[in-house]
């Protein structure tokens, strides 16, 4: 019996070898093409569906999909509706494990297949020249890997099943549950729902327990396999965490559908083996069902996107995102401009002051780096967007020219404060920067530099010699630091970045300066009415 388990697990441990060997080797050999496929053809939540199962069937790692999904959340390249189209197809696409085990482990002499396909992905991988074959031969040589410990776990279970007198999985009934906890429980250790579902299909193979029961720990992997993404996605961003969420809300209602319906699934499996004329053994049923209640969850949950994203979009929320939201651009508006401006003027407001809040924050806080003060960023760059957005909606019908010019000056303050916020991150890379060694002799420069961009940043309306003095400090720097590089004072890769950001953070200033001029559009259109007299207005 010792000796079995011990089996059991090498058969265990070269299996998840050869599926880590696979999945690196897959993914090295396509290079940047599965990441153009994640990133640009996931447009739809179906396109996403189509992407997912693509990309799973062949790195055959539904895990390392989901992490790959995450970051691009967390990037911001895909929104959830999107990635959550991604998770679908992903759960699909990892059938194809179930597939490779039922129709060629229990349909081939093993060993007479893996060894020579070991053989060439070995000796591609040892005299290729170029990385990605090397990559590939790496991915051949885990293929085989793969069906040898398959062998091996069959083998070993089928020794097992043989030393089991009294076949106590087989005979006695545990519950549907236990065997839901195994499956996921097998998935969660090993971190590969493949590996679970492996072993699974070959104790059920082997005879070790009966279809039913095989069924239940086939669902339990499945929620299993959203532990990755929880894992994933607990020091990740909050869009991160909603998707992580999703899945796994989307696997456990899944798998109560199956477990709702499951002796209809497996009459179902029967007819289609039977119909599709395929071998009627308990492994392929097991394929059959992983690949019917996945697909079945996917297209009951593909029409419900929409709101589901909107659903996850209401948890884990932060103060970022709820600033980022609009407060008082009502839609009702949009055909009535004039009333529209006093909206748009509320927002401008909420977006100078969170504007100012972020640069503030770059300028005071001390060993700030540029991933933390993202969120802040995003809220600004999504606030500004929406306001935007919705004067570009107006109905330009009628509309007074006064009211025309009050919206284009907040389109182009909108402008003034998006390239201050993306130009932010120069403020923290200009501090640190200043504290260089060979920087010692422009540290007042620098601290006089700063001092006067906090003023600028602070006040409402700044004096106006304040923004004639930062110019002129500023090429004080630009002139000293040249002169410190010409010498030799300063190397030239540094001095070249520094002035870099010395130029972004001018630029930075300009624009605030720039959006500083703004007035509320309420006041100067009243104004404008006063100037025309009650005979002129139209």
């Known amino acids: 019996m010792t000796a079995t388990v011990f089996q059991i697990l090498g058969g265990l441990a070269l299996f998840l070898l050869a599926m880590e060997m696979m999945t690196n080797g897959l993914k090295s050999a396509a290079g940047q093409q599965l990441r153009h496929m994640l990133g640009h053809w996931t447009k739809t939540p179906l396109r996403g569906l189509a992407a997912g199962f693509v990309i799973t069937g062949l790195v055959q790692s539904s895990g390392a999909v989901t992490v ?34 039922s129709l060629v482990g229990f349909g081939f002499n093993i060993e007479a297949i893996a060894l020579p396909i070991l053989a060439a992905g070995v000796g591609l991988k040892l005299i290729a020249s170029n990385p990605r074959t090397r990559s590939l031969g790496e991915a051949v040589a885990g293929f085989a890997l793969f069906f ?10 089928e020794t097992l099943t043989g030393g089991l007198d009294s076949n106590f999985l087989l005979h006695n009934d545990y519950g549907l549950p236990a065997f839901i906890l195994v499956g996921f429980l097998a998935t969660v250790l090993t971190q590969s729902s493949s590996a679970a579902l492996a072993i699974v299909l070959t104790a059920a193979a082997g005879g070790l327990i009966p279809l039913n029961n095989a069924a239940a720990a086939v669902i339990g992997a499945n929620l299993g396999s959203t532990s990755t993404a929880a894992l994933s996605a607990l020091k990740a961003t909050a869009n991160a965490r909603r998707l992580a969420v999703g899945h796994i809300l989307f696997n456990a209602a899944t798998g109560l559908i199956a477990l709702a319906i499951l002796p209809v699934m497996l009459w179902m499996v029967s007819l289609l083996a039977e119909w599709l004329a395929m071998d009627a053994n308990i492994a392929v049923s097991l394929a059959l069902f992983h690949t019917l209640f996945n697909v079945l969850g ?23 995102e709820d600033s980022a939201e609009p407060r008082f651009l009502d839609d009702t508006l949009v055909t009535t401009p004039e009333l529209a401006v006093g909206a748009v003027d509320q927002e401008m407001k909420r977006l100078i002051g969170l504007t100012r809040g972020l640069l ?3 300028l005071d806080r001390e060993d700030l780096k540029p991933a ?9 760059l999504s606030l500004n967007q ?10 330009a019908e009628k509309m007074h020219l006064a009211t025309v010019d009050i919206l284009s000056r907040n389109i182009l303050t909108c402008r003034y404060l998006t390239e201050a916020t993306v130009l932010a991150p120069a403020l923290l890379q200009l501090k640190e920067a200043s504290r260089l060694p060979q920087l010692d002799c422009l540290r007042e420069d620098f601290e006089h530099y700063l001092g006067l961009l906090r003023t600028l940043v602070a006040a409402d309306s700044p ?3 304040t923004f004639h003095d930062i110019e002129k400090t500023y090429h004080v720097l630009k002139s000293r630091m040249l002169s410190m590089i010409v010498k030799g004072e300063f190397t030239a890769i540094a001095g070249e970045r520094t002035l870099d950001d010395l130029s972004s953070v001018r630029r930075l ?10 007035k509320p559009g309420m006041e100067l259109l009243n104004g404008s009415r006063q100037e025309e007299g009650p005979e002129n207005r139209t």
């Open 298 to 320: 996917a297209f009951i949950m593909l029409p419900l996107t929409p709101g589901f994203a909107r659903f996850l979009g209401r948890l884990f929320r932060s103060k970022e």
């Open 509 to 518: 200033c300009d624009q605030w300066n720039k959006s500083l001029g703004w």
């Open 148 to 157: 040898l410990g398959l062998s091996i776990l069959k083998s070993s279970l």
């Open 463 to 465: 004096e106006p010699g």
């Open 360 to 362: 503030r924050v770059c």
């Open 386 to 395: 929406s306001i935007a957005d919705y004067i570009s909606r107006l109905r």
């Open 68 to 101: 790959a999904t995450i970051g691009f959340v967390n990037a911001g390249l895909l929104n959830l509706s999107q990635s959550l189209g991604v998770i679908f197809g992903s759960n699909i696409g990892t059938t194809m494990t179930a597939w490779l085990v």
């Open 372 to 380: 933390q003060i993202r969120p802040k960023t995003d809220a600004c």
